[in-house]
């Protein structure tokens, strides 16, 4: 089996996969673990220059993170969830997804039917391509660990193509355990990270609509497909984007709602400014629990810019105008 | 019927209770109707809202929860919301056809369970509504009697079981619809009944039935004891058991059973399950008791079943002791071990309590403490995040019952934002989360097959407590023994929703870890058998193996 671009080796279908994604240029992967997608995390480490393993706090989140990152970026980050409830939850951020026209490659292992031919007898057993086929662009299912490079590549070919968008790749479970050899072959021509050279920074709406009266001069305004999911998302699109400040703008309740991506922001580092229009004393006390800078100020322009991490600044302006 | 949206007290002029996402609302009426055994209502608003309710649909689904949603979006919207809802309903039905399908559906919902029914408008949504309940009560019990061959396989398996010197009925959801009977025939064939993983979880009213009578002895799924009756059996009647991987803990492939079994259910699983039995009648359960019960005098308790029986009853009296005398060692020391914390929380709960828990090493600790008691679980599923609505939704279901929820860390913020809901509803709850700062129950994969190689299931330490009262709910930290039995009881005490954050060390075993990684790993034990054997190597030199559980299995045997 020939994987362009690798050096000869032995290896399971997990560490396949990871070397894959990335000759191909996805740089990382959002996903909460599962024990069929541990050959994937365990060959993660294996792979030098390899994608990033970025693991949030529930697989909704990680879908629309990975929404903000290939919106940002004009190409997809993967999400890799366990079979089942963990595919699932993603169904809202791929939803997402294909109405803002993102990228996004969706990858889940699933149960082949060798020993039960109804998924109600499968322990977490869920029909994939049905629960997911109107929410993705394209579904693609590998049997064999020989269509595997291909499928992905061509997967990532159909994110790509416009209007571009999610879509959906299963990977047959035994695969991933399997191990056998594979070896080097003539290298593709790299797809590449998409990256356009922007300028300024970068703000997020949670509307779901674009751009809101928050505008700023010289950036961008990215949003979610869908509402109510801004804060996952930007810290997608600060990952896609490390060299541009993103400003993320969120209402009432924002914070309280997305506390698991404080956590995550904070654990990985990402340097994500969060602008609560909220005004309630309950941020204060968030940021002093994750240890998050805070500030309030009367402007909402160059609050934080200075500051590296991920801050939340609380403005009294109540009027944006 | 008890009805969940998110919008507010009331849905259409009908009394609700709101939750704070879609997600979150059809979990708490998974909980109920697990509770309680009786259809609820999840009401989902526009495409959004009916998407994030269809990834939680999956639960009651894979449980055959009687559970109907109904969204109200827009037609453009309903060709996606069909393709979603057709992997996790049994059924799609239009509100405007719901007066000439009425019946169907509720044949459907509460036999074949989960149903969607799709909206136009809330003008629609106000009409329908209110006829629901009486369409509900329109479902019909299938008709008829065992046909000729079935009849036939009937008088076969009465002939096993009359000659059978050590029989077990196993008792699967599909058969608790008439547990008097099924009784009823233990008792007079001196046969263990054995409880499947569906069975274990039914609602609380049907488990008052075996309380009254416990006869001849009842084996809850999760104990060495339902391992060594399965295994030992020479007759196995499966009443309304699925055979799907979770009844069998993914022990299929194994072959661990000897016996003959005769399986009686509606519906044919797929070609490959049917090697599993030798003799299948596919008609509802209650007519073949109802048939069979007639023919059952004569076959007696004989002196080798009674013995049989004896034994079970003496290794479940072992089972329990063992548990408990371990959970007595564990108290001296200076950490909370979660097999302690399982056992106390199931020890010292109010008489009435409903446990509810979900997928992930939590539910595994609990699972092993609890012996026919409610417990409200996704079996099926093993989904995670699901607890904190699932007691909102028993509660409604079992206003009189205390209900008490256990979670892992790794679940916590899935649906954490419902702790509101709890405030502001100021129910009496007990929420323990079991934190151990991990993804437990993946981290034993990564134990027992990749050498202790743990990536990407590590979670910051974090104060579950601190963040339980910015939700406006009683949040207590327990570090040790003293104070874990002290939170129990404070939460005993308590008529607020309360919180305890229980510390627990990292990649405790529980003691169903084993058949847990055997069934997560079901169908590639062969590509994971070398690093099983080399991890086993490094755990001994590392002193990581799990003696405990080794111990259990050794006095079992004895």
Not at chain 1, 139 to 166: C, H, M, W, Y
Not at chain 2, 145 to 172: C, F, N
Not at chain 2, 271 to 300: C, H, M, N, Y
Not at chain 2, 380 to 387: F, K, L, W
Request: charge should be positive; aromatic fraction near 8%; charged fraction near 20%.
């Amino acid at each position: 089996m020939t994987i362009p671009g690798l050096n000869a080796g032995w290896g399971c279908g997990g560490e396949i996969l990871v070397r894959t994604l990335s000759c191909l240029g996805i740089r990382h992967i959002f996903s909460i673990s599962g024990s069929q997608v541990l050959p994937v995390y365990d060959s993660i480490p294996r792979v030098k220059g390899g994608p990033r393993l970025v693991v949030p706090r529930s697989e909704t989140h990680a879908a629309f993170m990975a929404e903000g990152f290939g919106q940002a970026a004009g190409f997809p980050a993967a999400v890799m969830s366990t079979l089942g409830p963990g595919v699932a939850n993603e169904c809202v951020g791929l939803y997402s997804a294909s109405l803002s026209r993102s990228p996004l490659l969706s990858i889940a292992p699933y149960q082949p039917p060798y020993k039960y031919n109804r998924i109600e007898e499968v322990f977490q057993g869920l029909d994939h391509p049905a629960f997911l086929g109107p929410v993705c662009k394209k579904t693609f299912l590998v049997n064999d660990r020989r269509e595997l490079p291909s499928t992905i590549r061509e997967a990532l070919d159909a994110a790509l193509e416009k209007p571009q968008g999610p879509v959906h790749v299963d990977i047959s479970f035994p695969l991933l355990f399997k191990r056998s050899f594979f070896r080097a072959g003539r290298r593709p021509s790299r797809v590449g990270d998409g990256r356009e050279a922007r300028q300024g920074p970068i703000v997020v709406t949670e509307t779901g609509k674009g751009p809101t009266h928050h505008e700023m001069k010289t950036g961008d305004v990215l949003s979610p497909g869908v509402r109510g999911f801004g804060i996952p998302f930007s810290l997608g699109v600060v990952l896609a984007l490390q060299d541009r400040p993103v400003f993320v703008l969120t209402g009432a309740g924002s914070l309280m709602r997305h506390l698991d991506s404080l956590a995550v922001g904070v654990t990985h580092g990402i340097p994500l400014k969060i602008l609560s229009l909220d005004g309630t004393d309950s941020a204060e006390d968030i940021a002093d629990f994750y240890r998050i800078p805070y500030e309030r100020a009367e402007e909402i322009p160059g609050a934080g810019m200075d500051d590296k991490g991920l801050h939340i600044v609380l403005s009294s302006d109540a009027d944006p105008g | 019927m008890n009805i969940f949206s998110t919008k507010g007290a009331a849905v259409a002029g009908i009394p609700s209770l709101s939750l704070h996402s879609p997600q979150a609302a059809v979990y708490a009426a998974t909980g109920c109707s697990m509770a309680t055994g009786a259809p609820s209502l999840c009401v989902t608003f526009g495409i959004d809202e009916a998407l994030q309710a269809a990834s939680a649909a999956l639960t009651p689904w894979g449980d055959k929860v009687p559970v109907a949603f109904v969204t109200v979006a827009e037609q453009k919207y309903h060709r996606m919301i069909r393709g979603c809802y057709s992997a996790v309903t049994r059924g799609i039905f239009d509100a405007r056809d719901i007066d000439s399908e009425g019946g169907k559906a509720a044949t459907v919902l509460r036999y074949s369970r989960p149903i969607q029914i799709i909206v136009p408008g809330m003008a629609e949504l106000e009409g329908l509504l209110p006829r629901l309940p009486a369409q509900w009560s329109s479902g019909r019990d299938p008709e008829g009697t065992l046909d000729t061959e079935q009849a036939a396989d009937m008088e076969k398996a009465l002939g096993l079981m009359k000659t059978s010197g050590r029989p077990v009925i196993l008792l699967g959801l599909g058969g608790t619809e008439d547990i008097p009977a099924v009784l009823s025939l233990a008792e007079k064939i001196c046969s263990p009944v054995l409880l499947t993983s569906g069975a274990t979880t039914m609602p609380a009213h049907l488990l008052k039935l075996i309380e009254a009578r416990p006869v001849p002895l009842i084996i809850p799924a999760g104990s060495l004891v339902w391992t060594r009756a399965f295994s030992s059996a020479d007759v196995i009647l499966a009443l309304g058991s699925g055979f799907s991987e979770v009844d069998w803990f993914g022990l299929q492939g194994l072959k661990i059973h000897r016996a003959r079994v005769i399986r009686v259910a509606v519906g044919s699983p797929g070609p490959p399950l049917r090697k599993l039995w030798d003799i299948s009648i596919d008609t509802p359960v209650r007519r073949f008791l109802a048939q069979a019960s007639g023919r059952i005098e004569g076959l007696g308790p004989g002196q080798e079943r009674a013995e049989w029986v004896a034994r079970l009853r003496r290794a479940c009296d072992k089972w329990k002791n063992i548990l408990r005398e371990d959970s007595e060692k564990y108290r001296s020391l200076p950490h909370i071990e979660p097999g302690l914390a399982a056992h106390e929380i199931v020890a010292r709960s109010p008489e009435n309590t409903i446990f509810v828990s979900e997928g992930g090493a939590c539910g595994m600790w609990l699972w092993t403490q609890l012996w026919l008691k409610p417990l409200v679980f996704p079996v099926q599923m093993g989904t995670i995040g699901v607890t904190i609505p699932m007691t909102i939704g028993a509660h409604a279901g079992s206003p009189g019952a205390r209900v008490w929820g256990i979670l892992g860390d790794g679940a916590f913020y899935y649906n954490a934002r419902e702790l509101a809901t709890l405030s502001g509803l100021s129910l009496p709850v007990g929420i323990f989360v079991f934190n151990d700062s991990s993804w437990g129950a993946i981290r034993l994969g990564q134990t027992f097959v990749y050498k202790g190689r743990y990536i990407g299931t590590d979670i910051p330490n974090t104060d579950y407590a601190r963040i339980a009262r910015w939700y406006g709910c009683e949040g207590i930290t327990a570090r040790n023994p003293g104070e874990l039995l002290q939170a129990v009881e404070r939460v005993k005490a308590s008529s607020r929703p309360t919180v305890v954050d229980v510390k627990i060390p990292r990649d405790s075993i529980p003691y169903a870890g084993a058949s847990f990684v055997l069934a997560e790993f079901d169908g590639v034990q062969r590509h994971v058998l070398p690093n099983l054997v080399a991890s086993g190597v490094k755990n001994a030199f590392l002193g990581r193996t799990p003696l405990h559980i080794v111990r259990l299995i050794v006095r079992m045997m004895r």
